[in-house]
């Protein structure tokens, strides 16, 4: 029989007798019994009655024990973890070394799989708040406090007479709903559901609780807790941890928003690529691509507040964070006409976003970059000209009078309007600042006097020798016609089609588009310019919705240009790191339809500072290899020089090719007409004997080698 010491008897305390008669599986049975449950940590044997008493920690083993008891600590054991969404042994193997460790770390699948572990399910981590935060204050009647108005993102109370859901949110206005975010019924009205309402609801962190009222208040961070007069029956919880939004990336699986602090089903969504999958699964939700050209040009001054795009902002990396505003640009506004106001207020301040379901307004700085992001919208104040987009004035040079008949000029009074209370107008910009600030339409500008005068209505003619007439414009054109692609007029294009055709296109960068609807595509390195074109339709300029192009890479493959939005899709073309597949993986008929292999393509390049003529240099004769008379192309000559172990440069010259090793100093006299170029990249045959390799002319193709 085991020693009493070996169940955690101390047998030097008198007070307690060891009945060393009890059998050993009875004593063990007590012992399972404690060590199982996962609160005692001692348990008291009664041998006369043959029963067990469970124990928490803290026995002070007071007082007389009979005769017939026992007191043991359990055997030694971790108690199983309850911890929501986590592997954790069965409470069986509590006292089991060996079984315990099987279970760390399993997933939800191979957790349940396993005959040693169970999973717990998730468990809210909502906690009640106190009075101001201390601990020994009373924790009834606590509203999130004196900021409650200024904090409260909406507030959610069960009208009975309709049976249904009024919200109301911060700047007054409200709505009604048969059913809440998380599924509130009259019967549900606890701290688990309003928590969830919470933590659904971005930007919440508080919540408070009136279950008699059935109202639930929502509050961003910066309640103190305070006891407010009239907050009687109310209860105040910091929402569950661990909070994570649904991903608001186009072409992206998500979690549907009740998920939020669910980290299993959260991740689920994640690791879900293909659309369909993921509308299959009821955890989720597929963020569509939605398109977002933006236009570069459009930079009149605009209404307060006004509108740029729909399901557009302005960029997170252009967040204010001058001295008064709120760390990355948030502003405690939570109205669209407060946002708009406190934009108008800053000097710093260019654009707004504003996103109407969580009352978010956040500030943003000059240079904004577009983007897309479902349900936020940016907005421009008035009066308000970005500085990277400036108005484009230009001169008309048509002779002409405006609609009422009256020709615009100095000396002219019909429809003039006076420049902005002391602002300056004795030079050109100046005059062009002044009118950009009013409602003004046209200016003239007497050079000779620096005379501005500013109208109201359209001007088109000169009034007087020395007088020009400026209009505004923000239609644009691009100074390169070598950067045009191509042009579409075929047919009447929507702003979208445009946008697509130039998305798509391998080299696309920019567009333009009539308001006949031609569209016309470029590739990088306009410069916009602003001309009056007889004969031609003004046009505006546009960037593509975000894309990410194919590789060009020779020897690659690479998703085709359909998918430029899609980066599910363009992955299917890559391997796990990145590179692209395999010639065989690439052209396979399962991807036919998705992916593309480059053929190769020639590197070479011109040897640089020698465009206007070249020759191999002072050493030609020791350097030059061989002449070919026949090939008078460059791409010829290359492959010429590439399939030469000893060629470094080539020089295409009077429909000749000739070929040099290493060392050109192109020093000599330069030959009229003639081109150096280095060879495509490329690796020369091994030369190891009993080896396979390949053909010099295949040098520079890599599958090939």
């Known amino acids: 029989m085991p020693d009493a010491t070996a169940y955690g008897i101390d047998t030097t305390d008198s007070s307690y007798t060891v009945l060393s008669r009890v059998p050993c599986d009875q004593r063990e049975k007590c012992d399972r019994e404690c060590f199982e449950d996962a609160l005692c940590e001692e348990f008291v044997y009664n041998q006369a009655t043959d029963t067990c008493s469970l124990f928490k920690a803290g026995c002070d083993h007071t007082g007389t024990g009979g005769a017939p008891d026992i007191c043991i600590t359990a055997s030694s054991n971790v108690k199983r973890s309850t911890e929501g969404l986590l592997c954790s042994h069965k409470a069986t193997y509590n006292a089991d070394p060996d079984v315990r460790p099987k279970c760390t770390g399993l997933d939800n699948t191979a957790?349940?799989?396993?005959?040693?572990?169970d999973y717990n399910a998730w468990v809210p981590t909502f906690a009640k708040k106190t009075v101001g935060e201390q601990p020994d204050a009373s924790s009834s009647d606590i509203d999130c406090g004196s900021?409650?108005?200024?904090?409260?993102l909406q507030k959610i109370t069960y009208v009975a007479s309709q049976s249904r859901y009024l919200i109301t949110y911060a700047d007054g206005t409200s709505t009604t709903t048969a059913t809440t975010a998380s599924g509130l019924t009259l019967s549900t009205f606890t701290a688990t559901a309003c928590d969830s309402e919470c933590f659904q609801t971005r930007g919440c962190s508080h919540f408070s609780l009136n279950a008699a009222a059935t109202e639930c208040s929502l509050y961003?961070?910066?309640?103190d807790f305070s006891q407010e007069a009239g907050a009687t029956g109310y209860t105040t919880y910091s929402t569950s941890t661990d909070v994570i939004y649904p991903s608001l990336t186009m072409n992206t699986c998500t979690h549907k928003p009740i998920w939020n602090a669910h980290r299993d089903n959260r991740d689920e969504c994640s690791t879900v690529k293909a659309e369909a999958d993921c509308q299959a699964n009821s955890k989720c939700a597929w963020v569509p691509w939605a398109a977002s050209p933006l236009e570069l040009t459009n930079c009149a001054p605009l209404a307060a507040p006004a509108l740029i795009k729909t399901d557009w902002h302005c960029g997170d990396s252009n967040a204010l964070k001058a001295d008064g505003s709120p760390a990355a640009g948030f502003s405690t506004e939570t109205t669209l006409a407060g946002c708009a106001t406190k934009c108008q207020q800053d000097a710093s301040c260019a654009w707004f976003d504003w996103t109407a379901s969580t009352r978010k307004c956040e500030l943003k700085k000059e240079g904004c970059v577009g983007a897309t992001q479902v349900g936020t919208q940016a907005y421009r104040p008035a009066g308000h000209t970005d500085a990277m987009c400036e108005l484009d004035w230009y001169?008309?040079?048509p002779a002409g009078t405006n609609p009422d008949g009256q020709t615009c000029g100095a000396g002219v009074t019909d429809d003039e309007i006076a420049p902005p209370a002391g602002a300056p107008t004795s030079t050109l910009a100046?005059?062009?600042k002044a009118c950009t600030a009013t409602n003004c339409v046209n200016f003239a500008w007497t050079s000779s006097t620096s005379t501005c005068t500013l109208y109201s209505t359209a001007c088109t003619a000169e009034a007087a020798a020395g007088t020009d007439i400026y209009g505004a414009t923000t239609d644009c054109d691009c100074a390169e016609p070598a950067l045009l692609i191509s042009t579409h007029a075929d047919q009447v294009y929507s702003l979208l089609d445009c946008d697509k055709l130039c998305f798509e296109d391998d080299f696309c960068s920019e567009f333009f588009r009539t308001?006949?609807?031609a569209c016309y595509l470029h590739k990088a390195g306009c410069t916009h310019t602003v001309e009056v074109k007889e004969g031609e339709q003004a046009r505006k300029c546009y960037k593509p919705s975000p894309h990410t192009k194919p590789s060009l890479l020779g020897l690659t493959c690479t998703h085709q240009g359909v998918w430029n939005t899609n980066e599910y899709k363009q992955s299917l073309c890559l391997?796990?790191?990145?590179a692209g597949l395999p010639k065989a993986q690439c052209e396979a008929a399962a991807l036919s339809s998705i992916c593309r292999y480059n053929p190769w393509e020639p590197t070479f390049k011109p040897v640089s500072g020698t465009s206007a003529g070249c020759t191999c240099g002072t050493n030609a004769a020791a350097l030059h290899i061989k002449t070919l008379s026949d090939i008078a192309d460059a791409t010829g000559c290359d492959v010429q020089c590439f399939s030469d172990p000893d060629?470094?440069?080539?020089?295409v010259s009077e429909g000749a090719c000739s070929l040099y090793k290493s060392g050109c100093d192109h020093g000599a006299t330069a030959v009229p007409g003639a081109l150096c170029y280095t060879p495509s990249d490329h690796v020369a045959p091994v030369t190891t004997g009993l080896t396979c390799t390949h053909k010099p002319e295949n040098s520079a193709n890599r599958d090939i080698r």
């Open 111 to 117: 957790c349940t799989a396993s005959e040693y572990c």
């Open 147 to 152: 900021t409650a108005d200024a904090l409260r």
């Open 220 to 223: 961003k961070t910066g309640c």
């Open 395 to 397: 001169k008309i040079l």
């Open 430 to 432: 100046e005059c062009k």
């Open 515 to 517: 308001d006949a609807g």
């Open 575 to 578: 391997t796990s790191s990145g």
């Open 647 to 651: 060629c470094e440069e080539f020089v």
